[in-house]
T-cell receptor, first 113, second 113 residues
């Protein structure tokens, strides 16, 4: 059974600081996704990582994937208040015809002024 | 191009009633996934459907829950005889045949009173 673990679960940052959220998963996968969710809202797709060594950047967020270590990171650079949200990573299993996403528990990020 | 449309956005049911949640996938998408999100938790996979077929229902509770995706019309998630523990946000996602990326609807927030 595929398990996805994120840490930290809660993160308070000062504006302007850098931090990294980690996502570990338990079985082989070559597709990993990062989503953002604001309270009471749906999931907004941030990054789709499809191969080992993939790195994508959008604004102050950068995501990377190491399929050998079964690890993805979401790095936040010079945080601003607008980044406050819950961030989820999700993985698709390589086994069989599985296409559904298995989600981590989420990291609730609060950026403080 | 409209995104994934879910309705209703909010649904209140008394214990023992039935809840019907609808999902219209993005245009051109034939794969639909239902997820449930309990408060303060990540999304949990429930069921994966293609037109007129249930592909994977490994995440569906064994009783009271059913899903369909008819040839015409939206996908329906049906919960019979709802209980308080069914209160959650239910999200639908759709993808094309490649399933490289799934797009999420706004969700239906079910409250059982």
């Amino acid at each position: 059974e595929l398990k996805v673990e994120q840490n930290p679960l809660f993160l308070s940052m000062q504006e302007g600081k850098n931090y990294t959220i980690y996502c570990n998963y338990s079985t082989t996968s070559d597709r990993l996704y990062w989503y953002r969710q604001d309270p009471g809202k749906s999931l907004e797709s941030l990054f789709v990582l499809l191969s080992n060594g993939a790195v994508k950047q959008e604004g102050r967020l950068m995501a990377s994937l190491d399929t050998k270590a079964r690890l993805s990171t979401l790095h936040i650079t010079a945080a601003v208040h607008d980044l406050s949200a819950t961030y989820f990573c999700a993985v698709v299993s390589n086994s069989g015809s599985a296409r559904q996403l298995t989600f981590g528990s989420g990291t609730q990020l609060t950026v403080l002024p | 191009n409209a995104g994934v449309m879910q309705n209703p956005r909010h649904l209140v049911r008394r214990r023992g009633q039935e809840a019907r949640l609808r999902c219209s996938p993005m245009k051109g998408h034939s794969h639909v996934y239902w997820y449930r999100q309990l408060p303060e938790e990540g999304l949990k996979f429930m069921v994966y459907l293609q037109k007129e077929n249930i592909i994977d229902e490994s995440g569906m509770p064994k009783e009271r829950f059913s899903a369909e995706f008819p040839k015409e019309g939206p996908s329906i998630l049906r919960i019979q005889q709802v209980v308080r523990g069914d209160s959650a946000a239910y999200f639908c996602a759709s993808s094309d045949q490649t399933a490289t990326e799934a797009f999420f609807g706004q969700g239906t927030r079910l409250t059982v009173v």
